[in-house]
């Protein structure tokens, strides 16, 4: 069987933005920016994204291109006889998870269009909003429809294949997203106090940074660059040895960024502009904004369009998440995509409503301390498996296939320049695993259970001290044996 691959350069940008670019940007990326006190939060965030986000993403481009494999079959082509493969398996699994409830949150979007649509959002009191929220979420039924349907779209595109359907349609939504976002920042950024909101996002007040924060930063850059999961591995494998994959990476990373930036634009000002609060947490955009809209002239219209926004950004990551579970089962179980895409799809539906439910007829049911369905798979999947994919990809490019293997497929072979081994070698095998083992410990309460709350800090400080002299030592080192060699 011949392998699907992209078409166009522009398309492989589009669907490999249009995975990183999902709710995370619009929906998580504010909302903690919110929470955690604005532009110093950012300003880590973007030293995570460059220093390390960019990097991992290089390596799982390289890592899908090189074995032309799914996110199992990459493992296995390289790993001789050690089972490395299950990483891939691993990440496969967590794409399953994430996806059963990411679809469930895009179904609630999809509510919100259209009671944006019919103006039903401008008539409900400001104060009541959050009952409302409530309410929609915990009515069993419509969030059910909802997310079958965000489900069903999702099959769809993806069961024409990777040229005919990924691609094509990533063709058409993102620069719809793009045009839709444009024109809600000029909206909002034309408002009368327009200028606190735009203050908040970019004049950082470090006294507002705290160390889970910065870890919350980090965390997060991994999850908007979508790695960890096998994506961007799987997205990598249709790519064709021609291409230039550092500017690949680097035009996604960017992409992503300045979307996160983007919708920051669009929903500071406005919250700050009408006298609203930004730290509202996950009820930003669904209880907040509404009630920002309906102060707004035409408020119902860009309502509309900014629900339709998130819905679009949404429906281009859930294509991603199923494409990695499709490839993989497609070829290792030879399966054809089209019955393998409805049997995944419906598979994927079925884990998601316990999710749903449980913000409704099932929200009584709770284990491990407190967790209801959709609490715990979202912790065993954005805290455990997610990191733990996350690690094993750096650990097995930088330590298994080796960076310099990496970097001779970064250049496609010597056809491409890349200036920076060394960074990239110590950033792989030291840096990364190392800030991924401190997310992971951070996230699951496992450092804060160990160290007292007030050492938190400096320990975490002065574990990057160490890490940055060791990889010093280490770059130098290198530098001197290279020299040595000519
Ligand atoms: N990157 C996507 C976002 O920002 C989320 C995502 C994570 C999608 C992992 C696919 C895989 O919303």
Known sequence: MKRDSFGSRLGILAAAAGSAIGLGNIWKFPFITGQNGGAAFILVYLLCIALIGLPVMLSEFVLGRKTQANAAGAF????????????????????????????????????????????????????????????IIG??????????????????????????GIEKYSKILMPVLLVILVGLMIRSVTLDDASKGLEFLFKPDFSKLTTSGVLEALGHAFYSLSLGMGIILTYGSYINKKENILKLALQVTIADTLIALMAGIVIFPAVFAYGFKPDAGPGLIFITLPAVFQEMPFGALFETLFFLLVGIAALTSTISLLEVVVAFVTEQFNIARKKATILLALAIYLLSIPSTLSFGMWSGIKMFGGKTFFDLFDFVASNISLPLGGILVCIFVGWIWGTEN????????????????????????????????????????????????????????????????????FISRRSRMKKANF
């Not at 493969?85 to 990440?91: D, E, K, Q, R, V």
């Not at 399953?96 to 609630?108: C, D, H, R, T």
């Not at 320049?417 to 496992?446: C, E, H, M, Q, R």
Request: proline content about 3%; overall charge neutral.
């Open 139 to 164: 009515s069993n039924v419509e969030p059910m429809v909802c997310t079958f349907l965000v489900v069903a779209l999702t099959a769809f595109m993806v069961m024409s294949g990777v040229k005919d």
């Open 76 to 135: 296995k082509a390289i790993e001789q006889d050690k089972p490395w493969h299950l990483s891939g398996y691993i990440a496969i699994a967590t794409a399953f998870i994430i996806l059963s409830y990411y679809a469930m949150i895009a179904g609630w979007i999809f509510s919100y269009i259209g009671r944006a649509a019919t103006g039903k959002l401008m008539t409900i009191a400001p104060e009541q909003l959050g009952d409302y929220f409530g309410s």
């Open 406 to 473: 990496a970097v001779k497929e970064i250049t496609s072979n010597g056809l491409y320049v890349f200036k920076y081994n060394g960074l990239y070698d110590f950033i792989i095998k030291f840096l990364a695993p190392a800030a991924i083992i401190v997310i992971f410990l951070n996230s699951t309460g496992l450092l804060s259970t160990v160290l007292a709350s007030d050492q938190l800090g400096s320990f975490v400080f002065a574990g990057v001290g160490a890490l940055l002299f060791v990889g010093l030592v």
